[in-house]
Nanobody
Framework: QVQLVESGGGLVQAGGSLRLSCAASGRRFSISGMGWYRQAPGKERELVASITSGGSTTYEDSVKGRFTISRDNAKNTVYLQMNSLKPEDTGVYYC???????????????WGQGTQVTVSS
């Protein structure tokens, strides 16, 4: 099974920046789409940003101009640079990856364990 390991969360003051990373590891696989979701307390998980294998990106409206998603295909890693953070950005951030296993030809979505981002006012 491909595993996704996130890092980079933490506590930051409003207006500050954080950079999240998510690295995929395993054997005999490739990754197409990757993305970041977040879940605030009492709310549903929502898509923050996504990126295709070719580098096309989409963003949730509230983060446009502040967050940047990128990836390093050679390292199977996706990043989320978060600038001008606001208290409403607080939540658990999860990365995902659409994984194709070479041997079984099964395409499945894998999730990271989540990393907490807290923005104080």
């Amino acid at each position: 099974q491909v595993q996704l390991v996130e890092s980079g969360g933490g506590l930051v003051q409003a207006g500050g920046s954080l950079r999240l990373s998510c690295a995929a590891s395993g054997r005999r696989f490739s990754i197409s789409g990757m993305g970041w979701y977040r879940q605030a307390p009492g709310k549903e998980r929502e898509l923050v940003a996504s990126i295709t294998s070719g580098g096309s990106t989409t963003y949730e409206d509230s983060v446009k101009g502040r967050f940047t998603i990128s990836r390093d295909n050679a390292k199977n890693t996706v990043y989320l640079q978060m600038n001008s953070l606001k208290p409403e950005d607080t939540g658990v951030y999860y990365c995902n990856a659409d994984v194709l296993y070479f041997d079984s030809r099964i395409l499945t979505r894998r999730w990271g364990q989540g990393t907490q981002v807290t923005v104080s006012s």
